[in-house]
């Protein structure tokens, strides 16, 4: 048996796989928050691509990937499966572990997936600039990558804390062409009045995605990109999973357990609607386990509540069903700023509450040991998002081997984090923090959010 399983490029998916026609029951709509209707087509136009409204609704099974980002894809794709064959001899169990190497991307992480498709989007339909907000650095690194090959214009809102964390990131951006802008900051008339109540805020995804929505909306022939959480960025993913599906065959494998972190959830979609896929059309040969995994600074699936919420702080976006911690959530400065998000994607959170879909929460503490295993078994640095999927990976692993099962474990590399080291240092010095974000303090956040959608007539 070979380590790396590798596709040949005629072997790469023509088609991304769309969940929405398989979930067990309809995606509840989003919602416009001023009149508590669903939102149409017509009323994300000022935000997003036209092609890109359509594949966030559309009830296509398959859709087809368009040649010019197939062309982009050929720089790195089809990505390797690799089996880790040092990591189960150094933990002694009889499982078997495979992960989908992502980190081969030029930008190191999935991210590059749905970005180059949402470049190409935009520029077929004439936009000249786009704006997009980035936590840890990864999907704004992908996307100034992405629109270089379009010639679009890129703002990117880091989060700040990561900003200040991360200046490699920035550098990245910059060097494909992108403008970096630290989030809050005094370009946008949000990011100001956040400034004023807190000069030293550290920032949020939820922040800083208000800070885009509203540069994107205030400029001429400009749109906004997304990263994560809506359909359409699940969809792009999903020649992850489509890929490792093949992969798998060519070693006559089946996973028992599939495991990604989740911070909006796009990388976890993934690797795993495929497999969900299969399971739903009967073409399974066993029952999946699906196990979504995220930082205890910020448990968003583990401990939300499933309601309707905004997706940024501002109240700019439309109500959307997901678990949330509340859109007003400031989390703790962890260095897995990727999984620092609030909400989680609406098609994934669904499937959590019919039951298909687990989820369980790590401190960073814990998660960069189970990094550092890896690295000195396999040799590869995680990034610190994707150094949670690992330490659930152990723990299965383990599980395994006290029960003696010889169970088939598949995770998603999402990312390497050779960008990261700054991070390593500060766990290898004994500096980081096991945060765990108090739950009275998310039952605060929801309570207010349960008022404020009763006051205009909606249900939470």
Request: overall charge neutral.
């Amino acid at each position: 048996m070979n380590k790396k399983i590798y596709l040949d490029e005629s072997e790469m998916p023509r088609e991304w796989y769309n969940i929405l026609p398989d979930l067990p029951e309809p995606l509840p709509p989003p919602l416009n928050p001023a009149t508590g209707k669903p939102v149409s087509p017509k009323d994300l136009e000022p935000i997003f691509s036209k092609e890109l409204i359509r594949q966030e609704m559309s009830q296509e099974r398959f859709i087809p990937i368009p040649n010019e980002v197939l062309e982009v894809y050929r720089i790195w794709r089809p990505t390797p499966l690799i089996r880790a064959y040092r990591l189960e001899r150094a933990l002694k169990t009889p499982a078997r572990i495979y992960y989908k190497h992502e980190g081969v991307s030029p930008p190191g992480s999935h991210k590059p997936n749905t970005a180059v498709a949402q470049a190409y989007y935009n520029f077929r339909e004439g936009v000249e600039r786009v704006v997009t907000e980035t936590g840890a650095g990864q999907w704004g690194s992908a996307l100034s990558f992405a629109t270089m090959f379009f010639g679009l214009k890129l703002t990117v809102y880091f989060v700040k804390v990561s900003y200040m964390q991360k200046p490699y990131r920035v550098a990245l951006m910059r060097a494909w062409g992108a403008e970096v802008v630290p989030s809050p900051s005094n370009k946008t008339k949000y990011g100001r009045s956040i400034l004023e109540k807190d000069p030293n805020n550290p920032g949020s995804l939820g922040i800083a995605i208000s800070e885009a929505l509203e540069d994107a909306t205030s400029h001429e022939n400009t749109k906004y990109c997304l990263g994560s959480v809506l359909n359409h960025v699940c969809l792009h993913q999903t020649i992850v999973g489509l890929e490792a599906i093949r992969q798998l065959e060519l070693l006559d494998e089946f996973p028992d357990v599939v495991i990604g972190c989740i911070g909006g959830g796009s990388n976890y979609a993934g690797i795993s609607y495929p497999f969900y896929h299969l399971v739903k059309a009967g073409k399974a040969p066993k029952k999946i386990r699906f196990i979504a995994v995220e930082p205890t600074a910020c448990p968003s699936m583990t401990k939300g509540v499933y309601m309707y919420d905004y997706g940024d702080t501002a109240g700019l976006t439309p109500l959307i069903k997901m678990h949330t911690l509340g859109h007003n959530f400031v989390p703790p400065p962890i260095h897995a700023g990727g999984l620092r998000y609030h909400g989680k994607a609406p098609s994934m959170c669904l499937l959590k509450e019919a039951g298909i879909y687990e989820s369980i929460a790590y401190n960073q503490v814990e998660v960069f040991e189970a990094a550092r295993l890896f690295a000195q078994t396999e040799g590869i640095i995680p990034a610190p998002e994707t150094a949670h999927a690992i330490k659930a990976v152990i723990d299965e692993a383990i599980k395994c081997k006290q029960t003696g099962e010889e169970k088939v474990i598949l995770f998603n590399f999402s990312g390497h984090g050779l960008l990261d080291l700054a991070a390593y240092q500060d766990f290898l010095d004994g500096k980081l923090q096991a945060y765990e974000y108090p739950i009275e303090e998310i039952q605060k956040s929801i309570e207010r959010i349960k008022r404020l959608l009763l006051e205009r007539g909606i249900t939470p």
